[in-house]
């Protein structure tokens, strides 16, 4: 059974950073990608970044490029997101997720996951 932690979620102020991490335990062999989505009060949860376990291809929603850097630690079955210059809209509930059978994100096409984490609040201020 595959279970996804997060944490390093917290308050900052806008133009800081934060570290997210995910440590994905009862690792699948299928899993092969691992990314972030995120869900605002009153808004539809959106996909942030994600990467792929082989070849390490990422995708970035048009939001966070150039801010937001997504990594992989496969001996430690973990994946990080490094978020730099916050701003205010970057408020949310930040989940982790994996995608084992199905199909992973590409483009703009953010397919649904097939674990999730419980989600690690961030809030910008």
């Known amino acids: 059974h595959v279970q996804l932690v997060e944490s390093g979620g917290g308050s900052v102020q806008a133009g800081g ?4 991490s995910c440590a994905v335990s009862g690792y699948n062999t299928r899993t092969h990608c691992m990314g972030w989505f995120r869900q605002a ?13 082989i070849g ?3 995708v970035y929603a ?19 997101v490094q978020m730099n210059s916050q701003k205010p809209e970057d ?23 097939d674990y999730w984490g419980q989600g690690t609040q961030v809030t910008v201020s």
């Open 91 to 113: 408020t949310a509930m930040y989940y982790c997720a994996v995608w084992t059978s199905g199909i992973g994100p590409y483009g703009s096409t953010w397919y649904e996951p």
């Open 41 to 53: 009060p009153g808004q539809e949860r959106e996909g942030v970044a994600a990467i792929y376990t």
């Open 62 to 80: 048009d939001s966070v490029k150039g801010r937001f850097t997504i990594s992989q630690d496969s001996a430690k079955n973990t994946v990080y």
């Open 17 to 20: 950073s934060l570290r997210l």
């Open 56 to 58: 390490g291809g990422t």
